[in-house]
């Protein structure tokens, strides 16, 4: 196929997004100024999200419009809250924190997005919005988080945004950390100016360019008060102001400084300050926080953003804390009518309180989780695994019998933040991660979860604490994100890589080193971070370690090491703890001090390895790609058309193609079909713009660890490979991926008898989750998890790519002896009398065709039964699901006289967890076609006793003037009146609605009916007494059936005769 073909099928795939509902990083956030119950909040790698009911649901508005997925700042224009105004990139500048591209605004409370410009300071902390005109706006830029730059200070706008002016600039190493407006005179305005700086190996917060500066002509002229009477003396670190919108003149400021840090605060504009607040626990790691906010009506009251949030009612002198849904709290807006109305933003979401804080919403429906890594496991259905940042290390199942994957589906795995993590490959109830940072002890943090127990315990490889320590003191070097594996060939063998490889074979009891140091060991690049001021030691910033591990799959002995100074090696026969048999095969030309983020093996060629690296902490955005068929002894760089700014940093190979390379990258992921020839990005409308941290391709799934909007899986991936197989542009159908045929959920009610455009609260019995449907301009209806992941669909997709146009189609879907068992086609979508459902929950399946990408899903059930014109108590019965096996699909597809057919097969898999035999499923099948066969001769037979009710009854009103009227509508009504009763006992034709469900008597149509749910309630074969009332009933319809049959032979046989002796006008014959 063409790239622009191949582009349209890869942008219009599926993905869907399983969770968990559990909120991530938000540091922006805002309240609509009237609409009570309208709030936004900005996650740091997940957009812009959305609530109209005070956080019970949100939604993001941002996907489709913006090129990035940070969100550093967010306003709202208070005399038009249509005009919303969002910064990208966020200022608190942690080792993993996104880059923006500038300033967006929609004028439509958020439904369309506008670039509006800035693209260069990349990290935005806030905007300020004249309370009295939307046009004028403040932007306050604190530039590249890893380099110097001059697009960093105070913007402003007065054309709202079509064009800005830097109104103040400090250098190019300092950037505005903060900026406040006073609303009662807005030209008014307070910086904090901040002097920052990350690389790989430090953090630089504060110098001699931060400070703190006031204007009071709207921006136009800024003064230096850093060193003002009552400010400290010595270098400033990160600060955050506040201007007290309750008392003219006043104003505070939390300030990291080498002398006397706390919080100030000022009665005269700044001229003069005091020290209200010395409580160090106010300034706790000051370059991650430091947001102080004044409450809009009450001048003693003033909010810290810091690990908790806090809150003081006496001037700044005291401060409690206000406990809050999640800890590493960062921003929080007040009402300016109300300061009992806040939303507030931290490192587990964003939360609504309408009570001051008492209380909050929750954050549990909100899928921001920003993952670092991701492992699936062996099970069935398997399990994805993640450590989520600040948060916890997670286990979700990529499906459930529920209808949707709900909060209680997935299950915490220990306390790892950041780390690699794996199960146990003989038991997924063991699970091993990374913790750095977020477990007790020290060192590398390394766990072992054991889900049967519920314990935790820490097998750190040299569990010592090295708080304060320079990596350079460490004995190993370990980094947050170490590698962590178990080795393909020896399920007992645990591997973990800091700066030397080690390995377990007990567990974690013991470990041995395997390697010598795989890093350059640069002495001057370990030294502590953090300062000036104020030390950070992480481990985020510990420099020279191994990054990136792994052993072949496909040769035994065979090891890679890629470490974060850019060097990498290979063990050929297994370490087998000699440090010698590791040889250097870094790339001559590789980037000096690159990340090496992943090194992939190729399943196609045990000789070749791929790897993805990048140096964007230190400025440097160029995508960095490597591809060896040596094993190490030559390297060719495979980036040259990779699309520039970008951050590389997982490669994977395609399982079925060796051409087809997979690359995740800060915005997203992007496939080669010429092994890295050539590089496309896949801008599907269901895939976000986010950070793709990982990939693991399992079975037929591509599933991704994203840093912003949690876990994302294709269905189905070798759609992807077929389209490098197609040779030309034509009309194809893909061949599906083996299915697994799984029942729907007991109970599925998940759009039962709902209008197009409403909300479902529960997806099956027992199930309560929060689903919205909307249908579109085009008429078609999407369908959004608010707080829950998505299940596959319940089904086959079959995917379809039409180079021509067609009038119709017509899919006809053949098992393995060529039976038909489905048929569908595009006109059957206009037949409502026919609706192809199983039971309250299940949709019609639908085939549209259109020009280009097409998809419709087989349910794998069977045709209906036949149905009856008006009948609605078995209306919403199908056919059955069909049994395990091959099935041929064929799509004809015609225009005008002319049809094409393409074709293709498909295999329906048993689900694993069933014991049923395969003659069980068949007992089962055939005895459901029984019932449904039974059913459409009841309907075809009352559509006979119909036709013949209706051609009496003409009869009888052509007869009026005949000699023998009398006596043709006397035998007329009676053979009426036995057809009705016929017709009576098989259907009921009179339902009038719900009241009439346990308000008549039960007719045998609807005995058939109530039969079919147990039969196929679950995967078994058929109980004893499910035939014996099929028999029963069978008995009692065929009673019907001989007494139409014995009418028809005597009763209307008899009056036919009546009918054509009695020369009645117009009767030709009978």
Not at 311 to 336: A, R, Y
Request: proline share 5%; with cysteine; charged share 25%.
């Amino acid at each position: 196929m063409k790239s622009d073909t191949k582009n349209k099928v890869l942008n219009n795939i599926k993905w869907r997004n399983i969770g968990p509902p559990r909120g991530g990083r938000v540091v922006a956030v805002a309240g609509h100024p009237t609409n009570l119950n309208e709030y936004y909040f900005g996650a740091c790698a997940g957009g812009v999200w959305k609530t109209d009911d005070a956080g019970t649901t949100w939604k993001n508005i941002s996907d489709g419009f913006l090129n990035t997925s940070s969100i550093g700042a967010l306003a709202i224009a208070e005399s038009d809250p249509n005009v919303i105004y969002v910064g990208t990139g966020e200022s608190q500048i942690r080792g993993n924190v996104s880059p923006g591209d500038g300033v967006y605004k929609s004028t439509d409370a958020g439904r369309t997005w506008k670039h509006v410009g800035l693209s260069d300071t990349m990290h935005i902390s806030r905007i300020r919005i004249d309370p009295t005109d939307s046009e004028t706006v403040y932007v306050g830029a604190l530039g590249h988080a890893f380099g110097s730059n001059k697009d960093r200070g105070i913007f402003k706008s007065t054309d709202g945004g079509e064009t800005w002016k830097k109104v103040l600039y400090v250098s190019d190493k300092a950037g505005a950390a903060d900026l406040a407006m006073d609303t009662g005179n807005p030209k008014i305005l307070i910086t904090a100016i901040w002097q920052a700086k990350r690389s790989f190996w430090n953090l630089e917060s504060g110098g001699p360019d931060s400070g703190i500066y006031i204007s009071f002509d709207a921006g136009e002229n800024w003064e230096n008060i850093t060193y003002n009477p009552g400010l400290p003396a010595g270098l400033k670190g990160r600060m955050g102001v506040s201007i007290s919108p309750a008392k003219e003149g006043r104003m505070w400021a939390t300030i990291e400084s080498e002398i006397d840090t706390g919080v100030y605060r000022t009665e005269d504009y700044g001229k003069n300050w005091e020290l209200v607040s010395d409580n160090q626990d106010l300034q706790g790691r000051p370059w991650y926080y430091q947001h102080i906010i004044a409450d809009p009506s009450d001048e003693n009251t003033v909010w810290i953003m810091n690990y908790s949030c806090y809150k003081s009612t006496d001037g700044g002198k005291n401060f409690e804390l206000v406990t809050t849904p999640h800890g590493d709290n960062h921003d929080i807006w007040i009402d300016p009518n109300d300061s009992n109305r806040l939303i507030q933003g931290n490192d587990g979401g964003a939360n609504v309180s309408l009570n001051g804080g008492d209380t909050w919403s929750t954050i549990y429906n909100q899928k921001t989780a920003q993952f670092y890594h991701v492992h699936t496991d062996n099970q069935f259905p398997y399990r994805v695994y993640g450590t989520q940042q600040d948060n916890s290390a997670i286990s979700v199942p990529y499906r459930t019998e529920k209808g949707a994957i709900t909060w209680s589906d997935a299950y915490v795995t220990g306390t790892s933040e950041s780390g690699y993590i794996v199960t146990d490959p003989n038991n997924p109830n063991i699970v091993y991660s990374g913790a750095i940072g977020s477990s007790p002890g020290g060192g590398g943090n390394l766990l072992r979860y054991d889900h049967e127990t519920g314990q935790v315990r820490i097998i750190t490889v040299w569990p010592v604490m090295n708080t304060g320590k320079g990596a350079d003191q460490m004995k190993y070097r370990f980094q947050w994100t170490f590698p962590i594996q178990f080795s393909p060939h020896d399920s007992k063998t645990l591997y973990v890589a800091g700066n030397k490889v080690f390995k377990s074979t007990n567990e974690g009891q013991t470990w041995t080193e395997i390697s010598g140091d795989l890093t350059t060991d640069d002495k001057s690049k370990q030294e502590v971070s953090g300062g000036p001021i104020t030390k950070d030691t992480s481990a985020a910033e510990t420099y020279c370690t191994i990054y990136s591990f792994i052993e072949s799959p496909y040769v035994k002995g065979l090891m890679w090491a890629g470490s974060d100074d850019g060097r990498i090696h290979i063990s050929t026969d297994g370490a087998d703890s000699n440090e010698n048999s590791w040889k250097d095969v870094t790339p001559k030309d590789f980037p000096k001090w690159a990340r090496i983020h992943t090194i992939e093996l190729s399943p196609h060629d045990k000789s070749t390895a791929y790897v993805v690296a990048t140096k964007n902490m230190l400025d440097d955005y160029t995508p960095i790609i490597y591809k060896t068929s040596d094993n190490g002894k030559s390297w060719t760089r495979i980036d040259k058309s990779f699309p520039q700014n970008e951050i590389t940093r997982v490669i994977r190979v395609d399982k079925n193609d060796s051409n087809i390379l997979y690359v995740g990258t800060e915005t997203g992921l992007f496939v080669s079909f010429n092994d890295g020839g050539d590089w496309t990005k896949l801008e599907s409308s269901t895939l976000p713009v986010v950070p793709v941290y990982d990939i693991d391709i399992k079975d037929n799934n591509m599933v991704l660890a994203t840093h912003g909007r949690a876990f994302w899986i294709l269905d189905d991936i070798t759609v992807i490979s077929q389209l490098n197989s197609t040779d030309k542009d034509s009309n194809v159908i893909f061949k599906p991926a083996p299915t697994y045929r799984i029942l729907p959920p007991f109970g599925f009610r998940l759009f039962g008898g709902g209008p197009d455009n409403a909300k479902a609260y529960m997806a099956s019995l027992g199930t309560p989750v929060l689903i919205e449907k909307t249908k579109d301009a085009n008429g078609v209806v999407h369908t959004e998890y608010l707080d829950s992941g998505e299940n596959p669909p319940m089904g086959v997709p079959v995917v379809f790519y039409l180079n021509d146009e067609f009038d119709s189609a017509e899919i006809i879907i053949s098992d393995s002896k060529g039976n038909e068992v489905r048929s569908m086609s595009t006109e059957d979508n206009d037949k409502d009398e026919k609706p192809l459902v199983k039971g309250p929950g299940k949709k019609k399946s639908e085939l549209k065709i259109n020009k280009g990408f097409n998809e419709f899903i087989w349910d794998m059930y069977a045709n209906d039964p036949y149905k009856l014109e008006g009948e609605q108590l078995t209306a919403g019965v199908s056919g059955p699901m069909v049994t395990p096996g091959d099935y041929k699909l064929e799509l004809i597809l015609n225009k005008g006289k002319k049809s094409t057919t393409l074709s293709t097969t498909v295999t329906l898999v048993k689900d694993p967890r069933v014991s049923a035999s395969e003659k069980d499923l068949n007992d089962q099948y055939e005895l459901l076609q029984d019932i449904n066969s039974k059913l459409s001769d009841v309907h075809k037979t009352v559509e006979i006793v119909r036709v013949n009710q209706q051609e009496i009854k003409s009869w009888i009103s052509r007869s009026e003037n005949v000699e023998n009227f009398d006596k043709i509508k006397k035998d007329g009504e009676k053979l009426i009146a036995d057809l009705n009763d016929i017709e009576n006992s098989m259907v009921f034709s009179d339902y009038r609605g719900a009241r009439d469900r346990l308000n008549v008597p039960v007719v045998l149509n609807v005995k058939l009916a109530g039969l079919i749910p147990v039969v196929d309630s679950a995967d078994f074969k058929p109980t004893d007494q499910s035939f014996g009332v099929f028999k029963e009933v069978s008995s009692e319809i065929d009673e019907q059936f001989d007494k139409l049959k014995a009418m028809q032979e005597t009763g209307l046989a008899d009056f036919e005769d009546l009918i054509y002796k009695s020369n009645i006008p117009g009767l030709k014959s009978i």
